[in-house]
């Protein structure tokens, strides 16, 4: 999405008070100009399309995100539970998981390590979502459950990094 709205000069902000307290997303559009150029403008994408699971026990937080995704193209499957997240991989295979860590019940790092023992997210790679920068780091370092973790609220230049192929 970012990537579709930045091409036009306009700019997309995400912000969070915290769990429970909402998503806020800003989308500012440019003013539009009559152009004297008769050539045409297309924004480019810069990110091939993906197959993207989203798990986040905020339906707001994940719908919001879910679709933006979706606008910049890529194919997103949402659970708000770690049991639902493993039903969905039964018949979909994510290129890249979003894991909300602090869950109910399953956590995300309890979600990501049933995740590795699946043949068919042998290749997934899996971010941490977190409002605890320290927590992802130590998940990172010490369990090496996760591939990468993202701090909410969620920068969009460092969800598009965190899509990047390893």
């Known amino acids: 999405m970012k ?11 995400i912000a969070s008070a915290g769990e429970g307290q909402g998503t806020e ?18 924004a480019r994408r810069t990110m091939a399309s993906m197959r993207i699971l989203l798990v986040d026990d905020s339906a707001d937080a994940t719908e919001a995100l879910g679709t933006l995704l979706e606008l910049d193209g890529h194919e997103v499957k949402r659970a708000q539970k770690g049991p639902g997240a493993l039903r969905i991989v039964e018949s979909f295979t994510p290129d890249v998981a979003l894991i909300d860590i602090s869950m109910p019940r399953m956590d995300g790092a309890a979600l990501a390590q049933l995740l590795r023992l699946r043949a068919q997210c042998s290749q997934t790679k899996l971010v941490a979502l977190t409002g605890y920068a320290n927590s992802a780091s130590r998940l990172l370092s010490d369990e090496r459950v996760f591939d990468d973790h993202l701090t909410k609220p969620l920068s969009l230049d460092d969800l598009a990094e965190a899509l990047q192929p390893s």
């Open 3 to 13: 990537h579709l709205v930045t091409a036009h000069n306009g700019t997309v902000t």
């Open 25 to 42: 997303v800003i989308l500012q559009p440019p003013i539009v100009c009559k152009r004297t150029s008769k050539v045409p403008m297309t």
